[in-house]
């Protein structure tokens, strides 16, 4: 199965990410190996069968309603790229 | 043409935890900004979520409640976009598999008539942070720390014909929440938010209409009117040949209109599949009934019984039962006084004109139970008539102490001395000998100028029922 | 001194041949002088190293040690080092000092275990040859024309290189099991939720799993001792007691049936790799062992599966990196389209990139039945596979890879020809069991790796077997020269 430039930048969009034309064209070629690869699936006999999410089949486990974290703040803001009084800065939102 | 309008809501509801749903971040209101924002709650790379028993409590709660199904195996799910206070780029969410399944709430209608809506589904989600697009040189500030918080989602089918039964419907699930004790329903701080699914039909038509999702509507009020704005754009807009367009908008409740929100209409291709961080949440039987054990009286049964126990009518037992402090108060008062009917009159009408009046809810009132138990006494052992008794009351609530303490230090304290007021009967007749002759005559209607003229001389404080029987006897003498 | 173990360390150490600090000063130097031809590792924890390892003297000398007080190790830059650099490989997370560990590295500095480094890897471990790193491709101590095998190369080249005496790794898909293979090493990756996922950088959530890269089972034992255990912090680590790994060892393996799996002996596979591993398969044999042809019948689906659920649980894994709260930032964005756009296309390498993109793809509107939900059914298929032949046979062994490691550069071209590097390892992780990869010949002086495949939980046994087998041969004692 092949895949059309315009379904390369639909998902390209979905996953922000900003494909030279290069890499589109990239993309596209590496993309028509791979979905024959793993367009053989297709030729199990799968019906009837619970899909499989987990290896481990049991519940998952729960927590205490306890407030266990204290304030880090200024300890991880260390690592963001812009800040400040407190907030993570990001260009303009338009709601 | 006639037509006929199709709500179906989806609330949010903040569940009432001392963390979040997946971190042991506080949820605590007003905190300053990313102070409660966790190394999880900030989607550092290697964190990992690890579930609220209490949130899974709560949402289980409010599925008996609604006579829901349950689910046995519920599945958390990634919902994939990107927004600045998404952190992880997904929202933690249940789609396939919720923990609550269909269930429905009976909802009391203006005409007092009752009809049952039915409940999709509810389902436990995170919520997002918060944009602050102020005092930024132009750039948006992002605080985290309500990213995180648990949330049920209650979705209600689409069942619901008119403004008014939407209203009437978030009033009672309002009230089932806080009955639950699942959350503080506060819509001021969005602790309770609503988006309203809305379209119309001719009357008769079976097939919906295209709908469109209103969102960020934040009082009961502002759903009312963003439903009937809605409503009637989209009228105008069919009745003028158009079509109405599947889409999200924004209610503005200063230009009290809708508007379209384009900038959330791209890419809605939310790419949703099973959280692999979390397996799924397997519940037996026994940990519904163990939950089932703690589910408190509801609303419909707390007012079924305030009629059968209390005797009391359809109306005061809904208005009574419709909130929980309320409920208790009155039980409270009741408690203490014995007498139902006074107790449901003096909370249903004198308290809740002063509530209303004075804003404050009923858990501040200065008049307590206690208090106004004691005033009720006053009334039914006749130490004071009902009359005195709104002074008294006028007076526990600028504070100046119970019902003994004022009647006393004002004197207020009913005449019931025969000897006493067959004086002051005697003294009228007397003094009106034109009047006497009048109601002898046949004239009965002067009867109500006695009994005015003797409560003036005691000041409003001879017994009436007392008054009227002297009276009666000495004008037919 | 830089030819033994750590079981050999250990007693060293207890013995008061060396100190602490005169070994972990002694590798520092190693790496310094050895690791510029090699590129193994991405940070160097000299300080750290040095105060730890003197801390590690008084303990022992208090009497106050665990068993692996003072041995240095390295840990694959993956795992969250609290106050160190931790990259993932990527350009991404470059700047990034992670503010807390790992759960795995708390459990080795709890044992007093000494940080040397952190070593390289493919980016966010996507990969089989080393070669998708920011850092630049590592080179196979073997032969440094080669690769070493990916994504935890810089583990295993580490190691093979006596740059450290055992590293920790992680696998995803043959992650610590390939270069083991490829650089003649014992690598074990344990059943899923065996070790705590807490602080591990997420690459596909269901199947990333933490083991060991070691010179030998012994070795391995001693690592999963310190590492395995339930984690509250892991809503996926497994609540099981964990056990004395070391304690079955010696045990004979008269009686063992191990399973042959056809599938894994099919076209492909390298012929002199398929007669080191036969030889291997006689030398159980003569330890005791019965060999028993079995099928795997849907093993030839696991790939095209894995390049759905890995890629589908990558592509949600990978939304955070955004530019917002860490890590790498693009200069001047103009809207925040352009943040999210440029930050994440300059951050991330072309692999990663290649397979948020695949998984994006397959979670799409439209293709989630026929991708993700049809992977995930075939996942049960594998599992099914595994549990039909775990009735029948006590383990399962076969090649690793099907060929020895092959040149830097040369597999880059068409991704699909490195995935199928993982062919007989990938089922593994889908099913969720332990696997354990042990030096089984040589192939023009170029390692060949025996992969051991048990049931859940059964990591005591592999160990067993492989100890057993390291006993009788001495393929794990080989070394390049260095």
Request: some cysteine.
């Amino acid at each position: 199965m092949s895949i059309s430039a315009n379904d390369i930048a639909y998902i390209a969009n979905l996953a922000r990410l900003q494909l030279s034309e290069a890499e589109k064209e990239e993309a596209a070629a590496s993309f028509a190996n791979i979905l024959a690869l793993i367009d053989q699936m297709q030729s199990a006999d799968t019906s009837d069968l619970e899909p499989l999410s987990h290896a481990i089949e049991s519940s998952q486990p729960l927590r205490e309603d306890i407030v266990t974290e204290k304030n880090q703040r200024e300890d991880l803001q260390k690592n963001a790229p812009k800040c400040e009084k407190g907030l993570y800065l990001v260009p303009k939102v338009i709601e | 043409m006639e037509w006929e309008t199709v709500i179906g809501l989806e609330v949010h509801v903040q569940l009432a935890t001392n963390s979040k749903l997946f971190s042991g971040s506080s949820i605590e209101f007003g905190a300053e900004p990313n102070t409660q924002a966790s190394i999880y709650d900030l989607a550092l790379p290697g964190t990992l979520p690890v579930l609220n028993k209490e949130a899974l409590k709560m949402a289980v709660k409010f599925g008996l409640a609604v006579d829901a199904e349950i689910g046995m195996k519920s599945v958390f799910d990634r919902k994939n976009y990107f927004y600045p206070d998404l952190p992880k780029g997904y929202q933690t969410s249940q789609l396939d598999f919720p923990t609550v399944g269909k269930g429905s709430l009976d909802v009391t209608l203006q005409d007092g008539s009752i009809k049952t809506i039915g409940i999709t589904r509810a389902h436990m989600e995170e919520d997002a942070g918060k944009s602050l697009h102020e005092d930024f040189h132009g750039e948006t500030g992002i605080d985290l720390n309500r990213a995180g918080t648990p949330l049920l989602e209650i979705v209600s089918e689409p069942e619901i014909r008119s403004a008014g039964e939407a209203v009437a419907y978030l009033k009672k699930l309002h009230s089932l929440i806080l009955y639950l004790g699942i959350s503080d329903g506060d819509m001021s701080k969005g602790n309770m938010r609503c988006d309203a699914n809305v379209s119309v039909r001719p009357k008769g038509e079976t097939e919906f209409g295209t709908r469109a999702e209103i969102k960020n509507i934040n009082s009961f009020k502002f759903v009312e009117k963003a439903i009937n704005i809605e409503v009637e754009r989209q009228i105008d807009l069919l009745e003028d040949g158009g079509r109405v367009v599947q889409e999200t908008r924004l209610y503005d409740s200063e230009k009290n209109e809708t508007r379209s929100m384009r900038s959330k209409e791209v890419a809605n291709d939310y790419r949703y599949f099973p959280e692999p961080d979390l397996l799924p949440i397997i519940i037996d039987q026994a940990y519904i009934e163990e939950i089932r054990t703690t589910l408190p009286e509801l609303p419909d049964a707390k007012r079924q019984r305030f009629i059968d126990q209390y005797k009391l009518s359809e109306y005061d037992a809904l208005v009574l039962a419709n909130d929980l402090t309320t409920a208790s108060y009155f039980e409270d008062v009741v408690a203490v006084c014995g007498n139902a009917k006074l107790s449901a009159n003096w909370v249903s009408v004198d308290l809740q004109a002063y509530l209303n009046e004075a804003e404050i809810p009923i858990s501040e009132s200065p008049v307590t139970p206690e208090l106004l138990g004691g005033l009720i006494n006053k009334i039914t052992d006749n130490t004071i008539s009902s009359k005195i008794a709104k002074t008294v009351f006028e007076a526990m609530l600028a504070g100046e102490g119970d019902a003994e303490k004022i009647i006393k230090t004002k004197g207020l304290k009913q005449v019931t001395d025969s000897g006493a007021i067959e004086a002051m009967v005697e003294a009228v007749i007397a003094n009106n000998p034109e009047q006497v002759e009048q109601y002898r005559s046949g004239k009965e209607k002067v009867f109500g100028f006695f009994v005015g003229q003797i409560m003036k001389d005691s000041k409003g404080k001879a017994n009436p029922a007392q008054v009227n029987q002297i009276l009666k006897d000495k004008l037919s003498n | 001194m830089f030819k033994l173990g750590i079981a050999d360390i250990s007693r060293s150490l207890a013995a008061g041949e060396f100190s602490s600090e005169e070994i972990t000063t002694a590798y520092l130097a190693r790496i310094k002088e050895k690791d510029k031809e090699l590129n193994s590792y991405i940070t160097l924890c000299e300080e750290q190293a040095l105060a730890q390892a003197k801390a590690a003297d008084t303990n022992r000398a208090n009497g106050d040690a665990h068993l692996l007080t003072g041995v240095p190790i390295a840990h694959k830059d993956i795992f969250c080092t609290a106050g160190i650099k931790t990259s993932c490989g990527s350009r991404m997370l470059d700047n990034f000092i992670a503010p807390y560990n790992a759960t795995v590295v708390e459990n080795f500095n709890q044992a007093g275990v000494i940080t040397l480094g952190k070593t390289n890897m493919d980016e966010f471990a996507m990969g089989s040859s080393n070669e998708t790193s920011y850092y630049g491709p590592v080179h196979n101590p073997w032969n440094k024309e080669l690769v070493p095998g990916g994504s935890s190369g810089g583990s295993a080249a580490a190691v093979a290189a006596h740059l450290c005496p055992a590293a920790t790794a992680t696998d995803t898909g043959g992650s610590i099991r390939q270069p083991a293979a490829f650089c003649g090493l014992t690598g074990l990756k344990p059943t899923y939720g065996r070790a705590s996922r807490w602080g591990m950088i997420a690459f596909a959530s269901s199947l990333d799993q933490a083991g060991t890269l070691t010179r030998s089972a012994e070795d391995a034992a001693l690592m999963l001792n310190v590492m395995a255990g339930h984690d509250p912090k892991d809503s996926t680590s497994i609540d099981i007691a964990t056990e004395d790994y070391t304690a079955n060892l010696n045990k004979p393996l008269q009686g063992l049936k191990i399973g042959i799996p056809v599938q894994h002996f099919a076209e492909g596979l390298d012929a002199e790799v398929e007669q080191n591993i036969r030889n291997a398969l006689s030398e159980f044999e003569k330890l005791g062992a019965t060999l028993k042809e079995i099928s795997l019948p849907n093993s030839h689906q696991s790939v095209s599966a894995y390049y759905v659920i890995a890629p589908a649980e990558a592509s949600a894994n990978l939304s955070r990196y955004d530019g917002v709260r860490y890590g790498y930032r693009c200069e001047d964005p103009k809207d925040l389209e352009d943040l999210y756009k440029r930050t994440r296309s300059e951050g991330f390498g072309t692999e990663v990139k290649r397979r948020i993109m695949v998984g994006t793809y397959a979670l799409s509107a439209g293709y989630y039945d026929a991708y993700y939900l049809k992977a995930q059914k075939i996942r049960r298929l594998i599992k099914n596979d595994f549990d039909n032949a775990f009735a029948e046979v006590d383990v399962i062994m076969g090649p690793t890879s099907p060929h020895t490691a092959f040149k830097i550069g040369s597999q880059t071209n068409d991704p699909v020809t490195m995935y199928l590097e993982d062919i007989y390892t990938i089922a593994v992780n889908l099913a969720g069991l332990p696997g354990i990869s042990v030096p089984a010949g040589l192939v023009n002086n170029l390692p060949v790796g025996l992969q051991i495949i048990g049931n859940s939980f059964s990591e005591s046994h592999l160990l067993n077997i492989a100890h057993q087998f390291q006993q009788a041969t001495d393929w794990h004692t080989q070394t390049p020269e260095i």
